[in-house]
């Protein structure tokens, strides 16, 4: 079977299970949000943390209580990481320097997962189990929460409040992220994914080379999954998926892809729901998934395009490859985990060829919404479908509305920041690490490739990624300082311009639908949403894709 029939097959096989669990899931997380009954195990969740679960919040206080969460949680994974010689199961690791310790929290609480470190080397298991894992479940809750809130203000009417953030958070946590990502470690493991507490001596093997190496486990199942399933992306280990201990076999790889992509499709099931019209569901996953064929498509072509003399002599680009997985199924896995803000590679992206290399890139700046990360895919189309309905009200001299809520000034600036903040920290932190010696000084390529590494990483940490191309050492003070700043604002920026536009949406009434009311339910608003958001990320990273990957690749 060629590679190019084999890369088809696994490819229509992830469609057809998204498509089989579209309905039932996103129908489950719909009861699970919309409900009123509070488990005993939550009761006890809000009693811990001194929530009232029946209160509602206006968007200023639903945004006040997801910054408080976040910041504490970046305090605590601090405090855990520089104290962690003193912990239980360190396996005797030094703390975590400060700069690092800094870089790993704020990458861990939004969702980025970016690392600086090797993981078997640097994090004890309890620092892992307990720190990093926990944050795998409760920042993907913080985006499904976010993603609530404004699904909430485009179907309530005159209305102040979105919901309350503990009960989302508790129950995204709960009912959704723990149930799923129980049943999926206990595959993981009968696919080879260990789960112990052993120490590096208790796995020694013999290399190729014949030398002897010690290979720590952990808890890994556990943390693997929820890796996945919560689109983080933070890797147990430095290789990542790639490594055998996180990723054994070639069904345990394609489930993975499954993980990173089942919730995020299936949440525009939950907002058809909520907003009474399913149709509107639909549309926005056809959107999603428009963009992510066709990127995951091109990823292909262009590794399995014999580009180059070595590539043509063994029929793809295998570089950098793992070959339990071969080219397709890791060019699959790549642009699976850079159009969501999962991150997590089963290949090095950085051997990529500059075009394959190029649509990681611009699957991220896309703003990862095809269909995006947990929580944050779905809200981030929503804002395109706003800016969307603006362009199209521009044309032809109509109000914009969206499911019957019109479009005005305020919505549209809010929208507009929303859009704005990631290219600008994108573009200003590249040039800035262009521009100064700390940054120049990290880098080991220069020309066209050095240029794509340093935008791969500011685009991956300021869109909440966390993949990396390599070839720059991004464990230096600067980096670790200008990265996790970009991470931070990245996050939590967009966060609080989406709730500000809930809030607003959800003010107002609904107006009812006419003859020139834009139909955003067919085809034809489908494709005006691909239009817009790939032309906007055309016009604001066109220049510096060509100074980069573009560059390199016509020079090769």
């Known amino acids: ?74 305090l605590f994974l601090y405090a855990f990481q520089r104290v962690q010689n003193h912990l239980l199961l360190s396996l005797g690791f030094d703390p975590v320097k400060p700069d690092q310790a800094w870089n790993t929290a704020v990458s861990f609480v939004t969702n980025t997962n970016w690392q600086s470190y090797s993981g078997e080397s640097t994090m004890g298991h309890l620092v892992q189990m307990a720190g990093l894992a926990v944050q795998n479940f409760v920042s993907a ?52 994914v260990v789960q112990n507490f052993a120490n590096a001596d208790d796995h020694v093997v013999t290399t190729i080379a014949g030398h002897r190496q010690a290979i720590p486990g952990g808890p890994v199942a556990s943390q693997e999954v929820i890796k996945e399933l919560g689109t983080n992306g933070g890797g147990f280990y430095n290789a990542n998926s790639a490594h055998p201990f996180e990723n054994g076999t070639a069904w345990t790889n394609w489930l993975e892809i499954v993980l990173i992509l089942v919730i995020p499709f299936a949440l525009c099931r939950t907002f058809g729901r909520i907003v009474g019209q399913n149709r509107q569901g639909y549309a926005i996953a056809g959107v999603m998934a428009t963009i992510a064929i066709a990127c995951v498509v091109l990823v292909n072509v262009f590794q399995l395009a014999h580009h180059g003399t070595v590539p043509t002599a063994v029929g793809a680009s295998t570089e950098g490859v793992e070959n339990r997985f071969g080219v397709a199924d890791s060019a699959t896995f790549a642009g699976a985990t850079t159009l969501t803000s999962t991150g997590a590679v089963d290949s090095f992206h950085d051997s990529y060829t500059s075009l394959g290399g190029m649509m990681t890139l611009f699957g991220m700046m896309l703003g990862e919404v095809a269909p995006g990360g947990v929580g944050s895919g779905l809200y981030g189309m929503l804002v395109l479908a706003v800016i969307t309905v603006f362009v199209a009200g521009l044309m032809v001299g109509r109000t914009p509305e969206y499911l019957g809520k019109r479009i005005g000034s305020r919505e549209i600036k809010f929208a507009a920041l929303y859009f704005l903040i990631t290219p600008m920290l994108v573009l200003a932190g590249t040039a800035v690490a262009m521009a100064t010696g ?18 791969y990483a500011f ?98």
Do not use: K
């Not at 120049?440 to 240029?451: D, E, F, I, V, Y």
């Open 141 to 192: 809750a913080v985006g499904m929460a976010v993603a609530m809130a404004l699904v909430r203000g485009l179907a309530r009417e005159r209305n102040r409040y979105l919901g309350n953030f503990w009960t989302d958070l508790v129950r995204g946590s709960v009912r959704i992220l723990l149930p799923i990502a129980f049943a999926g470690a206990v595959l993981l493991v009968a696919g080879g």
């Open 438 to 455: 700390s940054g120049r000084a990290a880098m080991l390529n220069r020309g066209p490739h050095g240029l794509s590494e340093v935008l």
């Open 459 to 556: 685009t991956s940490a300021s869109n909440n990624n966390g993949s990396a191309f390599a070839g720059v050492t991004v464990n230096t003070v600067w980096y670790d300082t200008a990265l996790g700043l970009c991470m931070a604002f990245g996050r939590f920026l967009p966060i609080v311009f989406v709730l500000a536009l809930a809030g607003s949406l959800a003010r107002q009434g609904r107006a009812p639908a006419s003859e020139g009311t834009l139909p955003t339910h067919r085809p034809q608003f489908v494709g005006m949403v691909v239009g817009v958001t790939v032309v906007l990320v055309a016009l604001t990273f066109l220049p510096a894709l060509a100074l980069g990957p573009l560059a390199e690749g016509i020079h090769s």
């Open 1 to 74: 079977m060629s590679d190019t029939l084999a890369g088809a097959l696994f490819i229509g096989s992830l469609v057809l299970v998204l498509a089989v669990v579209y309905r039932p899931l996103g129908d489950y997380m719909y009861r699970v949000y919309g409900g009123t009954r509070h488990s005993r195990a939550e009761r006890v969740l809000y009693r811990l943390i001194g929530a009232r679960p029946d209160a509602e919040q206006t968007w200023a206080e639903y945004a006040r209580s997801v910054l408080a969460f976040s910041v504490a949680g970046v």
